[in-house]
């Protein structure tokens, strides 16, 4: 079988470990069959035009926000943004299988020429996802209910969406909770490899990053942990599932 790759922009060790292991959990994989490339770090000069060495692509999140002024963004976000526009532009000409996880949502939604700002943030912790029609109907939500719970938190999002844009999943605070583009190629603002032990650990890890006040961290796991959050990982599986080839 072809390997799926993650893309990783984490540079803090206990949260992108943990990420990749998480990624490789739910897709089915034993990690050390899954690749990671951290974008910005090592070379992934070889991915836009090798494609088809891979069933799929997947990106996780991080502390990046693509809507920052670009004289706030660090010399590693700048490279790693770099790294990831030949990469977007191979997968979304050709349609090649591709996952995004929360800062998929910024990454792609900019590049496919949406408005990426920060009208709607939401806190680290438990979030109300609802499936569009077009999300009820999609393959890679096949068997997650209309309504489900799912981590997250972020401090931007996509909050205007282009017209060939397919709008999956939503919520109250964040109208745009998941999409795709095309019919291969598919963000979350929710992290569908984040589950309470990965909860915790991202806590531990960004409390000082500017996501919630480091006094209410216990207060966040104990929000998390009054959750059960079952099914966003089923898009991992269906994810897996269907590209792998």
């Known amino acids: 079988m072809r390997p799926f790759l993650l893309l990783s922009i984490r540079a803090e060790p206990a949260a992108a470990d ?13 990690v050390d069959d899954l690749p990671r490339r951290l974008l910005g770090v090592d070379d992934v000069s070889d991915v836009a035009g090798g494609l088809d060495r891979w069933s799929g692509v997947l990106l996780g999140g991080g502390s990046f926000t693509v809507s920052d002024d670009a004289a706030a963004k660090s010399p590693a976000q700048v490279r790693a943004e770099a790294d990831l526009i030949p990469i977007l532009d191979a997968v979304v000409a050709a349609d090649h299988p ?8 910024g990454t792609l939604g900019s590049h496919q020429g949406g408005v990426v700002d920060k009208t709607y943030p939401e806190p680290v912790g438990p979030l109300s ?5 077009a999300g009820a109907a999609d393959p890679l939500l096949a068997g997650v209910p209309r ?3 799912a981590y997250g938190g972020h401090k931007e999002a996509l909050s205007t969406v282009p017209p060939h844009v397919v709008v999956l999943a939503t919520s109250t605070a964040c109208p745009v909770q998941a999409f795709r583009v095309g019919e291969h190629v598919y963000a979350t603002q929710f992290h569908p490899e984040l589950d309470l032990a990965g909860l915790h650990t991202r ?7 500017g996501y919630f006040d480091p006094a ?5 796991r104990d929000a998390g942990a ?4 079952r099914h966003p990982m ?3 599986r269906n994810f897996a599932a269907r590209y792998a080839r």
């Open 18 to 30: 943990d990420e990749h292991a998480a990624f490789a959990r739910f897709l089915g994989v034993d």
């Open 98 to 105: 591709f996952l995004g996880a929360c800062y998929g949502v």
């Open 129 to 133: 996802v609802t499936l569009t029609g």
């Open 147 to 149: 309504d489900f719970a």
């Open 203 to 209: 806590i531990d890890t960004y409390a000082t990053y």
């Open 216 to 220: 209410s961290a216990q207060t966040l």
């Open 226 to 229: 009054a959750v059960d959050v």
């Open 234 to 236: 089923t898009l991992l």
